[in-house]
């Protein structure tokens, strides 16, 4: 379980974000880390019998605060990502345990050049199958609505007035799902976090089908 003492030590850490505060108090961090990362681990278990994952990413507490106006030196909250087995299985699965900004997340966060374009292109084409996705029941229950950074009009070669104009101009791919403090530290949080990682996958798995074939359907990779 994520223990009452990550977000105490994470507000204090907000409160006193330098290196002096963090080294006085780093045997607690490596504690609430080593208990932070065993659950994250006991989630990759349980997640790799669903899915086929390609690696666990524990993200580092340390900010690149090289090219950053915010120079404090530690992020406030632990962040894990668990990634699908490539080139086949497109999307990511993410992680965020945060005081009051908790949340369960994924999709195409920064999708290269090409792969957007063979998804805007493929909603172009017939975005029925996308539709039908993320207006499940399931789906909306979990995420609501597809999320992410979007153009406020038509990308190039993309006519603006089309049907599916919301979808084509969109820059990612995001869907999003938030728990509170108190939902974090219940026992039923892992159970909750699975479940709404495995309702990503129909998305996922839509994605995949998208960015490993050309419009025609035709494998990219024989």
Do not use: C
């Not at 086929?52 to 992020?75: A, G, H, L, T, W």
């Amino acid at each position: 379980m994520i223990t009452k003492d990550t977000f105490e030590f994470l507000s204090q850490l907000k409160e006193n974000n330098n290196r002096d505060w963090f080294a006085e108090n780093k045997k607690q961090y490596d504690a609430i880390l080593k208990n932070a990362t065993s659950f994250f681990t006991e989630i990759n278990t349980e997640l790799v019998k669903t899915d086929s994952i390609e690696k666990m990413n524990v993200f580092r507490i340390y900010r690149d605060i090289r090219f950053s106006k915010d120079k404090s030196p530690y992020k406030t909250n632990f962040g894990v990502s668990f990634s699908r087995t490539k080139p086949m299985l497109r999307g990511g699965y993410y992680l965020h345990i945060e005081p009051d900004n908790s949340f369960v997340g994924g999709g195409f966060w920064a999708p290269n050049k090409d792969d957007l374009h063979r998804i805007r292109k493929e909603i172009e084409l017939d975005a029925s199958e996308l539709r039908e996705i993320i207006s499940d029941k399931n789906f909306k229950k979990m995420f609501g609505e597809l999320s992410g950074d979007e153009l406020k009009t038509a990308p190039k070669g993309f006519d603006k007035i089309h049907p599916d104009i919301d979808l084509i101009r969109k820059k990612q791919y995001l869907v999003m799902r938030k728990f509170t403090n108190e939902e974090v530290l219940s026992n039923d949080f892992k159970s909750e976090v699975l479940a709404t990682f495995s309702a990503m996958r129909p998305f996922f798995d839509f994605m995949s089908s998208v960015l490993t074939t050309d419009l025609n359907g035709e494998s990219l990779y024989k």
